[in-house]
Each structure stands twice: as C-alpha cells, then as structure tokens.
C-alpha cells in the first residue's frame, strides 16, 4: 500500500529548498553533503531523500522553484498602460524586490545549472531567457533607432541592466525594500541617461 501524503507534505518540501539553498550557498554545492542538509533541516538523510531522490533533484527543486516564481512575478508586472520608461521603472522595481530573501537561491545559480541534466538545465535557462527577453523588449521599445534592430546592443544594455541589480543584491542583501526601490529607479535612470546619450552621439 502507497504511503499517505502527510498534510504538510509541500511545507516540509519548501523548508528542506530554503536549508538547503543556504547550505549550497554557504559550502558551496560541491562540498556540501546531503549529510549537512539533514542536519541543518533537523532531519535524517533518509528524510530529505523521501522528498528529493537525489542531490540533483534537490538542486533542480530549490532553482525551479526560485526561477519559476520570479519569472512569474516579472511576467504578472502589467506593462501596457506604461510609456516605455516608466515599463523599465516598473521592470527593475519588480525584479529587486523578488530578489529579496531570496539570496542564497540566486547566489547558487551559476554553479547549480552546469552540474544538472541537460532536460533540467533546458527549463531553468528557459526562465532565464524569459525574463531577459521582457527586459530586451522594453529597452527596444526605448531606443527603437539604437536598438530596435542592433540585437548585439541590446543584449548589452539588457545584460548591464541585470549586472547592475545583481551587484546590488551581493552587496546589500540586507537592504530594506525603499533602499530597494530607490536602487532600481536608478538603475533605469543611468540605463536611460545613457541610451539618450548613445542616440545623440549618433
């Protein structure tokens, strides 16, 4: 007979990604055992193993769920009724704030995708792609003579855009959300100072 699900089975999973996530960021996730992760739950390894089947599934779990929720809250921003420099204030308001707390998943991005399955890597670079894209819209939108049609540009200015709120998160991650804010409209204050003066010197 199948054993029953518990009723707190998905906060049990939740918990086991947020422990794990700080313990991958702390040990980094190639020196960190499993071993470690169940301590630090407050469990046994036999436990975190009856929610994830393996250390990759662990790894998947924590940035399938971080990168799903943010590409999701950058997607539900509602860009229509905005001109195209307020859509970027709205854009990099939304993508600072979904940051917050959430630091240790967004530390491990970079070593956790190259160390799982093609298929598993495919849907997280997939939301990765999302979001970049959102972005690369807008700024198009911006500079339709500058980059409306100059791709390798505006992949530049794309990536400067999340350069700039990642280096924020690395070194304020105690930030409060105003401080927040107040970065993220600066961010897209340079980003249009700047393609205003790239389009006039052209």
């Not at 089975?9 to 422990?19: G, M, S």
């Not at 240790?104 to 799982?116: A, D, W």
């Amino acid at each position: 007979m199948p054993r029953p699900i518990a009723k707190d089975h998905d906060d049990k999973r939740r918990h086991i990604l947020k422990v794990a996530a700080e313990v991958f960021a702390r040990e980094g996730i190639a020196r960190a055992s499993m071993n470690e992760v169940a301590r630090a739950c407050g469990t046994s390894k036999a436990n975190i193993y009856h929610y994830y089947a393996s250390k990759d599934d662990l790894i998947f779990g924590i940035l399938d769920s971080y990168l799903f929720e943010l590409r999701t809250i950058v997607a539900a921003v509602d860009l229509a009724p905005l001109s195209p420099p307020e859509r970027l204030r709205a854009l990099t308001r939304a993508i600072l704030l979904a940051y917050e707390g959430m630091d240790n998943e967004h530390k491990i991005q970079s070593e956790g995708i190259p160390l799982l399955p093609v298929a598993q890597q495919t849907i997280l670079k997939g939301y990765q792609r999302e979001l970049v894209e959102v972005v690369s819209d807008v700024l198009g939108d911006l500079a339709p003579s500058k980059l409306g049609h100059d791709l390798r540009a505006r992949r530049r200015t794309t990536m400067s855009v999340f350069g700039m709120l990642n280096w924020f998160y690395m070194w304020h991650p105690e930030a409060s959300r105003a401080a927040r804010i107040e970065y993220a409209d600066e961010v897209a204050e340079l980003t249009l100072s700047g393609i205003s003066g790239q389009a006039a010197a052209r």
